[in-house]
């Protein structure tokens, strides 16, 4: 059945051919659009669908998630904005609280995240394990994260658990959790922090990303977050997908991220919930970077599944245009993904879309933690 949307005052569709379109229609026939254009020369439909004169735009692809864990860090929320540094101490926290769970109550727990990101217009997410670090924790994990999403990605090397030895958790994660998540992964992440006392060294990190490269896990990596390091490099030397957060760069870092296919994905509600320094998107932009946004909704850095929050955030915080922010919040998104078929609106991707109570989707930003979100269709 083919169904016709009409009555749309703005359609951001990503297009670089079609562009912004107004007083535009569009047709789906199932999860594929048909045809994309002005209204007053929509073909005929098997149903019509009238939008109310509202803004539509391609649906939010959030690329950095970690939605299976159990447990509160409220407290250590506060206690942050009462002035104590993050260090990454607290997953340990969450580590145990989620080993605890059932599988039904991570599922229940998994399924509400997964409603409110899609009540606020994401149509896709990318799941990360990270929470279990143990063998059967972490295949547990990425088994129930499959359930919602297709994007899961195996964050064994999250940190290295309490009474573990480095080494011996690094062997544990490139031998038998690999081999135990890589049927239930897509992607294979490490944290790269060689000043953090938790997260991985370049060499640690090399040796986990090759380990899932061999497993055929695509990579990606938590990068440059903390301070200056070698995530940004090691990302692009390995050819992986995305080095997400970004937040200390070298002039090198940029360079390499501009003359590579990796994703520069900024996380700004990391910088939000830890009052640390937003990353400069203005500068990776302005040398021709790809940048996308995320929430990197997680219980202790950023306990927001809100995309069009990113979106206010970005264009804020670390000067992107409104227009940036939503491209980066969707089509950058589908890039960090390497997906070709979402974060546009035009004939033959997938009907992924996002309806705003708003004429124009400047909305998402000039309109900050306002529900303005109302509709569309996929899901996560």
């Given at each position: 059945?083919?169904?016709?949307?009409?009555?749309?005052?703005?359609?951001?569709?990503?297009?670089?051919?079609?562009?912004?379109?107004?007083?535009?229609?569009?047709?789906?026939?199932?999860?594929?659009?048909?045809?994309?254009?002005?209204?007053?020369?929509?073909?005929?439909?098997?149903?019509?669908?009238?939008?109310?004169?509202?803004?539509?735009?391609?649906?939010?692809?959030?690329?950095?998630?970690?939605?299976?864990?159990?447990?509160?860090?409220?407290?250590?929320?506060?206690?942050?904005?009462?002035?104590?540094?993050?260090?990454?101490?607290?997953?340990?926290?969450?580590?145990?609280?989620?080993?605890?769970?059932?599988?039904?109550?991570?599922?229940?727990?998994?399924?509400?995240?997964?409603?409110?990101?899609?009540?606020?217009?994401?149509?896709?997410?990318?799941?990360?394990?990270?929470?279990?670090?143990?063998?059967?924790?972490?295949?547990?994990?990425?088994?129930?994260?499959?359930?919602?999403?297709?994007?899961?990605?195996?964050?064994?090397?999250?940190?290295?658990?309490?009474?573990?030895?480095?080494?011996?958790?690094?062997?544990?994660?490139?031998?038998?959790?690999?081999?135990?998540?890589?049927?239930?992964?897509?992607?294979?992440?490490?944290?790269?922090?060689?000043?953090?006392?938790?997260?991985?060294?370049?060499?640690?990190?090399?040796?986990?990303?090759?380990?899932?490269?061999?497993?055929?896990?695509?990579?990606?990596?938590?990068?440059?977050?903390?301070?200056?390091?070698?995530?940004?490099?090691?990302?692009?030397?390995?050819?992986?997908?995305?080095?997400?957060?970004?937040?200390?760069?070298?002039?090198?870092?940029?360079?390499?991220?501009?003359?590579?296919?990796?994703?520069?994905?900024?996380?700004?509600?990391?910088?939000?919930?830890?009052?640390?320094?937003?990353?400069?998107?203005?500068?990776?932009?302005?040398?021709?970077?790809?940048?996308?946004l995320a929430t990197d909704c997680n219980p202790g850095t950023c306990y927001s599944s809100s995309m069009p929050f990113m979106i206010a955030l970005a264009v804020r915080e670390m000067g992107m245009t409104v227009t940036e922010a939503l491209w980066a919040a969707t089509a950058g998104g589908a890039k960090a993904l390497r997906r070709t078929d979402i974060g546009v609106l035009a004939p033959g991707k997938r009907a992924?879309?996002?309806?705003?109570?708003?004429?124009?989707?400047?909305?998402?930003?000039?309109?900050?933690?306002?529900?303005?979100?109302?509709?569309?269709?996929?899901?996560?």
């Amino acid at each position: 059945m083919t169904v016709l949307y009409t009555g749309i005052a703005e359609l951001v569709t990503n297009d670089p051919e079609l562009g912004v379109l107004t007083d535009a229609a569009f047709v789906t026939a199932g999860d594929v659009v048909l045809w994309v254009g002005q209204a007053s020369a929509a073909p005929a439909a098997d149903e019509r669908v009238f939008l109310g004169e509202r803004a539509v735009v391609p649906g939010f692809v959030d690329s950095h998630s970690h939605l299976v864990f159990a447990g509160d860090r409220g407290a250590e929320f506060a206690a942050r904005m009462a002035g104590q540094p993050y260090d990454g101490g607290g997953i340990a926290a969450t580590m145990a609280a989620t080993r605890a769970a059932s599988d039904a109550e991570l599922r229940a727990l998994v399924a509400a995240r997964v409603a409110e990101m899609r009540a606020q217009g994401t149509t896709t997410v990318e799941i990360k394990s990270g929470y279990g670090l143990s063998v059967a924790e972490e295949a547990r994990a990425l088994a129930i994260a499959a359930e919602f999403t297709s994007e899961t990605t195996f964050l064994g090397a999250h940190v290295v658990p309490p009474g573990v030895g480095r080494a011996e958790y690094v062997d544990l994660v490139t031998g038998q959790m690999l081999t135990a998540c890589a049927e239930h992964a897509r992607w294979i992440d490490v944290f790269c922090e060689p000043g953090s006392a938790h997260a991985f060294d370049a060499d640690e990190a090399r040796a986990v990303l090759s380990a899932g490269r061999a497993a055929g896990l695509g990579l990606r990596v938590h990068g440059n977050q903390l301070g200056p390091g070698p995530g940004v490099a090691l990302a692009v030397e390995l050819g992986a997908a995305s080095v997400d957060h970004c937040t200390y760069l070298t002039d090198a870092d940029v360079d390499a991220l501009a003359n590579s296919d990796t994703v520069a994905t900024l996380l700004p509600g990391v910088e939000f919930s830890t009052r640390s320094p937003y990353p400069d998107a203005r500068r990776l932009l302005d040398a021709g970077v790809t940048v996308a946004l995320a929430t990197d909704c997680n219980p202790g850095t950023c306990y927001s599944s809100s995309m069009p929050f990113m979106i206010a955030l970005a264009v804020r915080e670390m000067g992107m245009t409104v227009t940036e922010a939503l491209w980066a919040a969707t089509a950058g998104g589908a890039k960090a993904l390497r997906r070709t078929d979402i974060g546009v609106l035009a004939p033959g991707k997938r009907a992924d879309f996002t309806v705003l109570d708003a004429p124009s989707h400047l909305h998402l930003a000039y309109r900050p933690g306002v529900p303005i979100v109302v509709g569309g269709s996929g899901r996560p």
